[in-house]
């Protein structure tokens, strides 16, 4: 058995016995025949049998151990694919190079996305191993696969494709309108000479592209798309030429001398038609991605030794200063550091209002600034930007494979061979039992039967789909890691809400202010904020915040004192002010009267009740909260009446989970849980036999957001590629979670639609080609109606797909 050698290099190795511990993990794996680790250059160096093992089970097993391969991950533009079968092709060439751990191609978007070791495998093998398999790679973009250099390729492609197609088709109406005999063509147009001349350019130039696609696929002994159009319309020729060449010996032999050419070259035309159109749907399917690409500002107005310079926007670096003026784009994200400005950040947080923004508060690159003019300072600049995170993760997500995927990469991978032998059995059957001239009538339906069996409406089924859905995801402020995630959301049951920072704001506020013994509201917010100035306590900075929105002036602070757990005391004034809780005003003996009623009332409202106290004497009751965000109530009950049983996660106090639920209307709440409990009650959830979806802020709800099957981050761009979510909304708009459920729902209908049609189409196509209606109603199908049907299955279901784009959350 052959024997390879591999090369893997380890992270997470803090020690020799961490060495010690992989060796002898691999050596136990069965097929490893030798493993050796070095502590020192952190790689394994291990011989294997490569009939047993492949790299990705090696790289599992390593995983499992407890550390990890670092992997690169490579997408490559593919030009030449035509079908399910094509792109299957070469996802078997790829994974037989030593050290690719996973290849997927993707037909819709005409990639292929690799991961491997670069210390085993060069990028220049990848691109080799995929041109050897008979198709064109193309360097891969700086920035993405679809970047501009890859739309101009692709343009230029589609302009030589509409040439061919206009030119085969002229071409195909001459020779159509010589072999009808028809009074309309001149008697010259109906000779077989004529007609050879004719045909053989389209055979042969505008069908090169079959013959070299059948070729490719021949040497790797594997069958695709070309294959059948190759054979069946060689076959047509074939017989025509022969009739035109020695019409005597056919007479003879009593099978006519009637030639076909016509057939071949429909069948060529239709089939190139049935391409364009295909290559025009879609180029709207990646619309969304485009539209993405072209979001990004081309320059920047930076601000060096006073002076202002418009510099390409590639040129800018983390700490320049920028000036943004009214109109123009935020050319990448920064800080604002001075003005004001009004920004439209639509097109990636999905939110339609415009957003305020001052000193202090982050601005993100490619958002437009409606009014107002500022300065901000860079912080993030060209793969690090909001933009082009959430570009990668979109093209990740296209670029992977849902499970319902695979269903369609079994059927194609036997579908052609399947096809061919229908096609002989059909072409004997006919020659055994057909009416005369039985070789004319087994080879049209031998060519019919080729021709309407093309398996491109599988292999568009699942991918344009998932295409257009995680674009109209980013669209709408939502990222889908992958099209597995997409896939899930669909099926869940429950889904678990955490609290802080995500039904709620985070961080409290002022809610109620209650005076006593005649102090007025803006006397007691006042005297309050302006003793707890000095304190970073987050309670103190609420009501700071609170009296600096209402315009009202803090003093200054006199023998500040904290009391730990309790509260603080300050001159302000020349009084003696007490901020605190109840125990804080029993030690400075101050008489509450009916106000412990109040504070208990604010307390099962699931607020935070403060007392304050003025020269000794009781002045009033400042409740906080932390308060929910807007539309919560509205996502929940969206939640809810998508059939999801909804609940509430929290390390708070029972009581005041409670009253948070009982306002957004959750019946189940699970309250005093601690951070690393949080995945334990997931994983109860998922005992029962319900699928569940995590959505928490992506701090400590890291292990409940792995462990869910979703997990789904709020971000704010901080967090927009945390590796613990399979999805992650831009904004912090709960109905974000809504949008979510509701496309992966509607993205599974269109997928089951297309698979559906594609199935049925070969179902029912196939046998009427072969002819199973003639012996009752004397009914044959025509190979060029086999490849108009054929053209149009591919382009229905990308038009079915593309039906998407009008999705709209609801």
């Known amino acids: 058995m ?27 794996f069965p097929g490893i025949q030798t493993a050796q680790v ?17 790299t990705a089970q090696i790289i599992g097993h390593i995983a499992d151990i407890g550390y990890q391969v670092p992997l690169e991950r490579l997408t490559i533009p593919i030009s030449g694919m035509h079908c399910a079968s094509c792109a299957a092709t070469i996802e078997r060439a790829l994974q037989q190079i030593e050290g690719v751990a996973e290849a997927n191609v993707n037909l819709a978007t005409e990639q292929a996305a690799v991961v491997y070791l670069p210390t085993q495998v060069e990028p220049a093998a990848l691109r080799q191993a995929i041109r050897s398999a008979g198709y064109e790679p193309h360097d891969t973009h700086t920035e993405l696969a679809t970047g501009p250099s890859t739309e101009t390729r692709k343009a230029a492609e589609h302009r030589t494709l509409a040439r061919h197609v206009i030119a085969s088709a002229i071409l195909s109406f001459f020779i159509f309108m010589g072999s009808m005999a028809s009074a309309l063509a001149p008697s010259w147009l109906q000779h077989p000479y004529v007609l050879l001349l004719l045909a053989t350019p389209v055979q042969f130039w505008f069908g090169r592209p079959f013959y070299q696609g059948f070729w490719a696929a021949l040497k790797h002994k594997t069958a695709d798309m070309n294959t059948l159009v190759a054979i069946g319309t060689s076959a047509a020729y074939g017989y025509s030429l022969a009739a035109t060449l020695i019409p005597d010996t056919f007479e003879r032999l009593g099978m006519g001398s009637h030639v076909y050419f016509d057939t071949a070259a429909m069948i060529i035309t239709l089939i190139l038609l049935g391409r364009l159109l295909e290559a025009r749907a879609r180029g709207k399917t990646s619309a969304a991605m485009r539209q993405l690409m072209g979001l990004r500002a081309v320059t920047a107005r930076v601000l060096r030794d006073d002076t202002e310079l418009d510099v390409p926007v590639e040129t800018v670096q983390i700490g320049d200063l920028l000036r943004v003026r009214p109109g123009e784009k935020v050319p990448v994200d920064g800080t604002l550091v001075s003005g004001h400005g009004v920004l439209n950040e639509a097109m990636l947080t999905g939110e339609s209002l415009p957003v305020d923004k001052g000193p202090g508060e982050d601005v993100f690159g490619a958002t437009l600034n409606s009014t107002g003019s500022f300065t901000m300072r860079a912080t993030r600049v060209g793969q690090g930007t909001m933009l082009s995170q959430i570009i990668r993760m979109v093209e990740a997500a296209q670029g992977s494979k849902a499970p319902i995927q695979r269903l369609a990469d079994v059927v194609a991978s036997w579908f052609v061979p399947i096809v061919l032998g229908l096609a002989v059995l059909t072409f004997l059957i006919w020659v055994v039992l057909g009416p005369p001239p039985v070789l004319t009538f087994a080879l049209l339906n031998f060519v019919a039967v080729l021709i309407i069996a093309c398996p491109c409406a599988l292999g568009l089924a699942t991918p344009t789909a998932i295409m257009v859905g995680t674009g109209k995801g980013a669209e709408h402020g939502v990222l889908f890691k992958n099209s597995a995630s997409l896939e899930t959301a669909h099926k869940l049951g429950a889904i678990i809400l955490d609290k802080t920072g995500t039904l709620t704001r985070g961080q409290p506020v002022v809610t109620d202010i209650l005076p006593h013994h005649g102090y007025r509201e803006s006397d007691v917010l006042r005297l309050a904020a302006s003793a707890e100035q000095g304190s970073e306590h987050p309670l103190a900075q609420a009501l700071v915040e609170a009296a600096h929105n209402q315009g009202l002036t803090c003093s200054d602070v006199q023998d500040f004192k904290v009391m730990p757990g309790h509260g603080i005391r300050a001159a302000v004034d020349a009084h003696t002010v007490w901020v605190g809780n109840h125990t804080l005003m029993q030690m400075a003996e101050v008489p509450l009267d009916k106000a412990d009623e109040t504070a208990t009332r604010l307390a099962e409202a699931g607020k935070t009740p403060i007392f304050i106290a003025i020269d000794g004497r009781h002045a009033g009751v400042i409740a ?187």
């Not at 502590?39 to 294997?48: C, D, P, S, V, W």
């Not at 929940?636 to 957004?664: F, K, P, Q, S």
């Not at 701090?699 to 613990?724: H, K, R, S, V, Y």
């Open 2 to 28: 052959a024997t390879t050698q591999l090369d893997v290099p380890i992270g997470g190795m803090t020690c020799a016995g961490c060495a010690a511990r992989i060796e002898n993990g691999l050596r136990t």
């Open 38 to 54: 070095n502590f020192a250059t952190e790689k394994a160096t291990l011989h294997y049998e490569s009939e047993t093992l492949t």
């Open 624 to 810: 906080l909260a932390d308060t929910l965000k807007p539309h919560a109530k509205e996502a929940v009950a969206a939640l809810r009446g998508l059939g999801l049983e909804v609940l509430m996660l929290t390390g708070d106090h029972r009581r005041t989970a409670g009253a948070i639920a009982d306002e957004l209307g959750i019946g189940h709440v699970l309250a005093e849980v601690l951070p690393e409990d949080k995945a334990r009650q997931v994983q109860q959830l998922q005992a029962a036999g319900q699928r569940v979806a995590m959505v928490g802020d992506g701090i400590n709800d890291a292990p409940a957001l792995a462990q869910a099957d979703i997990g789904i981050a709020i971000g704010t761009g901080t967090d927009i590629a945390m590796e613990t979510a399979d999805c992650t909304l831009v904004s912090d708009d709960l109905r974000g979670i809504v949008t979510a459920i509701q496309l992966s729902r509607r993205t599974m209908r269109t997928i089951k639609q297309n698979l559906f049609w594609a199935f049925i189409y070969n179902v029912v196509g196939i046998p009427l080609a072969a002819g199973v209606l003639y012996p009752v109603f004397g009914v044959l199908l025509s190979p060029v109606f086999a490849a108009a049907a054929m053209a149009m299955s591919s382009v229905s279901v990308l038009s079915n797909s593309l039906r998407l784009r009008r999705f709209r959350p609801s």
